[in-house]
């Protein structure tokens, strides 16, 4: 049975309240070796128990890139309906996934897009980034060479589906999708860690906008948009409808705000402000982003959506409600639905 939002919700209002779930976000400034650290942020409430593994890994003296991919695999194989194999299919009726990571330490980073059948892309986006001299890998080749490296694929009529809906698309003389149209609904994992040594990585897994076109691939596993580390300021991740990223490398943004010497609070209403001061849809952007600074600060801002966040650090785990954009659309409960 798949695991509601509301059923992700309930398990975390059993999270340790601390003060800082009075606001959003948090103050503390820390650094290298400070008792604050290791911090792991990631995107909507089924992010805890990937933030828990993650942080159980930094703990011990884990490297950051280590706690992103265990943490983003633990969502992958839990029954997330919008993560991993179990994710919203497109049009044609097959899950295609998308995801990367990327590594503060040698600002290295690995993609997948549209690749199917795979049972956990983070770890094929690694690996992309560490045995391959290329940063991302699509579709069958993607497939292919988590083959090759030996990890889980399951086998999947996708071709003759992808081929039998794009055959009766063209009978029917369609009008093309848009982008973004929501068909049904969508959630991605972006998740950030800082290590005791405060170094940082993240990392994100979706299956994207439910309904999307066959081949349409989003900011997720695109770096810059949907995730951007840089160790010498900090990083950021989104979710939300990808094309609204995508045009304005919406984490990089958000990384030079920092840069700029903003908080991650502040940085994330930053780029969506600008965002939405060029974009058609104005504060209508359906777009989250979230933070963490090369201080262990964090923090998040949404823009057309109710948007929730998890923070694990030494206090525990907590929820945080998103500071907002203009006017938000409450996310149904159930979250995702096919
Ligand atoms: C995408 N940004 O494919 C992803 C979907 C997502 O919350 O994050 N949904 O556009």
């Not at 991993?84 to 040698?106: E, F």
């Not at 919406?250 to 991650?264: A, D, K």
Request: overall charge neutral.
């Amino acid at each position: 049975m798949k695991t509601t939002r509301r059923d992700f919700v309930a398990s975390t209002v059993a999270m340790a309240v601390t003060a800082r779930s009075l606001h959003a976000g948090n103050d503390a400034q820390t650094g290298p070796g400070q008792s604050s650290l290791p911090v792991v942020v990631s995107t909507w409430p089924f992010g805890k128990p990937a933030n828990e593994r993650a942080f159980a890994l930094l703990l011990a003296g884990g490297r950051p890139l280590e706690a992103v991919e265990q943490g983003i695999r633990v969502t992958e194989a839990s029954a997330n309906p919008s993560v991993g194999l179990g994710g919203i299919p497109n049009a044609a009726g097959v899950v295609q996934l998308d995801a990367c990571i990327m590594d503060g330490v040698g600002h290295r980073a690995g993609s997948v897009a549209g690749v199917e059948g795979v049972r956990h892309p983070i770890s094929v986006a690694r690996r992309v980034m560490e045995k391959t001299p290329h940063v991302l890998l699509v579709g069958d080749g993607a497939r292919q060479f988590a083959v090759a490296e030996g990890l889980e694929v399951v086998e999947s009529d996708a071709h003759e589906r992808h081929a039998a809906w794009w055959k009766q698309r063209a009978a029917e003389r369609a009008a093309p999708d848009t982008p973004g149209s929501p068909r049904g609904n969508h959630d991605t994992i972006a998740l950030l860690a800082i290590g005791l040594d405060g170094t940082l990585a993240g990392g994100c897994s979706t299956s994207g906008l439910g309904g999307k076109l066959p081949g349409r691939v989003g900011d997720s596993p695109i770096i810059g948009s949907g995730l951007y580390v840089d160790n010498e300021v900090g990083a950021a991740g989104a979710t939300g409808i990808g094309e609204n990223v995508m045009r304005y490398c919406g984490s990089f943004l958000v990384v030079e705000l920092m840069r700029q010497g903003l908080h991650p609070n502040d940085a994330c209403m930053e780029a969506l402000r600008r965002i939405s001061r060029q974009d058609p849809k104005g504060t209508a952007l359906g777009v989250s982003f979230i933070a963490l600074d090369k201080h262990g600060r964090y923090g998040s801002a949404t823009a057309g959506q109710e948007f929730q966040y998890v923070a694990t650090d030494r206090g525990g785990s907590e929820l945080i409600s998103s500071p907002g954009l203009g006017p938000l659309v409450r996310v149904p409960e159930g979250g995702n639905r096919r």
